[in-house]
């Protein structure tokens, strides 16, 4: 996929609602991360917009040909992106926390430490779990006494590649250059009355959106000498189309962005040199979700037997079993359906950051490889197109 890069640049704070029932109070829960059918969405608008013409007037005579090449046009995407204004070519991608990593405090030192979880039997014959199909439990690879930390909600991507390559990180670089949360905006809005032009008695509501614009450092929260970051967050998105900037509606609201095009093509840097040889020596190989997944037996692929939890990897003659799965809650996926004009049924999705451990019972190949480095590997091919599953491997 000979990928184009787009920066989302937010001129407002972004409204990206939870799959949770409409209320009159917000919290910061209600808003969450966007999902790849809301950057998939925005990028077929733009290319109508800019290739065809104002949306609206398209959508009155659109067939159901010109319908489905819409949807074929894929992308990647949204990642959460640090950067200068005034470089934006230099930014940095920061992704989900994965879920092999624990922050956990010694209670001996009271230090925060970064334990990788892994598949390992129970040292015990006589504990078991119910896990099926004989999955092996997640366990942590360093033993310490103590209890898990909140942290980094958001690794850089380079220490995530890092990380999932096995190499061994600390607590502070990731907090270092990680994000713990992104900012929330809560607004309360009002009803205005058409004919008197004032707000209605109890017509109040709230939104609670994602402030990606510029902080004040930490440490300078003071009454004097605030300084403010120079480095803001922001969106991109990648994408076969050749799109021009533009101002762009992303999320709830009508929230105003900008669309500017980046000099990258790929999210990913180049396959690893040595990574054919150190999964094929070591018979196992780890699979990383970079965005949410979508698949037909809820956790498990539909190209793996959910009784035998054997199967062939997608467009390949390359077996595997699967071993175990650190995953964490399931994600609604929903959206509007602008053919039938209605809300789209609810799918439950796997979130991004989930690891997926397999055992290769025949060995892998460099095309094979290739077809699951940086791809999307959702089971269905819309899904696919609009970015859900976006993989990454580990030996």
């Known amino acids: 996929m000979n990928q184009n ?14 799959g949770k029932p409409f209320g009159s109070v917000a919290s910061a829960q209600d808003a969450t991360f966007p999902l790849p059918s809301a950057t998939a969405g925005l990028i077929r608008a733009i290319t109508i917009e800019q290739n065809v013409g104002v949306y609206v007037d398209f959508k009155e005579n659109l067939q ?3 319908y489905q090449k819409l949807l074929s046009i894929r992308s990647q995407g949204p990642f959460l992106v640090r950067f200068d204004p005034e ?15 624990l922050y956990f405090e010694d209670k001996n030192d009271k230090k925060t430490y970064l334990i990788r979880l892994a598949p390992q039997a129970f040292d015990d014959e006589l504990c078991g779990s119910d896990l099926p199909g004989g999955l092996l439990p997640v366990r942590m690879q360093k033993n310490l006494k ?23 990180l600390t607590f502070e670089q990731i907090e270092k250059y990680g994000l713990k949360a992104l900012p929330i905006d809560i607004r309360t809005h009002v009803k205005i009355d058409d004919k008197t032009l004032s707000s209605e008695d109890g017509k109040l509501f709230q939104t609670a959106s994602l402030d990606l614009n510029h902080t004040i450092y ?12 120079t480095e803001r967050y922001g969106f991109v998105v990648f994408t076969e189309e050749i799109l021009k900037q533009d101002i762009a509606t992303l999320g709830g609201e009508r929230r105003l962005s900008y669309f500017k095009p ?9 396959i690893p040199l040595d990574l054919l040889k150190q999964i094929n020596q070591s018979n196992q190989f780890s699979l990383s979700l970079l965005t949410p997944a979508i698949f037909a037996q809820g956790y498990l692929p539909a190209w ?14 390359v077996e595997v079993k699967l071993s175990s799965v650190a995953i964490d809650r399931w994600l609604a996926v929903s959206g509007w359906d ?5 809300p789209k049924a609810t799918r439950k999705a796997v979130s991004a950051g989930s690891v997926y451990w397999f055992e290769l019972l025949s060995p892998m190949d460099q095309n094979t490889l290739e077809k699951l480095w940086g791809h999307a590997l959702s089971d269905h091919a819309q899904d696919q197109n609009d970015g859900f599953g976006v993989t990454l491997i580990g030996a």
């Open 304 to 317: 793996i037997n959910a009784q035998t939890f054997k199967g062939k990897l997608p467009n390949s003659e």
């Open 146 to 168: 103590g209890k898990p930390q909140s942290g980094v909600a958001y690794w850089t991507l380079d220490h995530f590649l890092a990380w999932q390559q096995g190499a061994e």
């Open 218 to 229: 930490s440490d300078q929260v003071q009454k004097t000498g605030l300084k403010w970051q």
């Open 64 to 66: 159901n040909a010109d």
């Open 5 to 18: 890069a787009y920066l989302i640049e937010s001129l407002a704070p972004l409204v990206f609602r939870s």
């Open 262 to 270: 980046l000099n990258s093509k790929s999210i990913l840097q180049q």
């Open 338 to 342: 602008s053919i039938m004009w209605k």
């Open 87 to 101: 470089k934006i070519n230099n930014y940095t991608i920061l992704v989900p926390k994965p879920a092999n990593a």
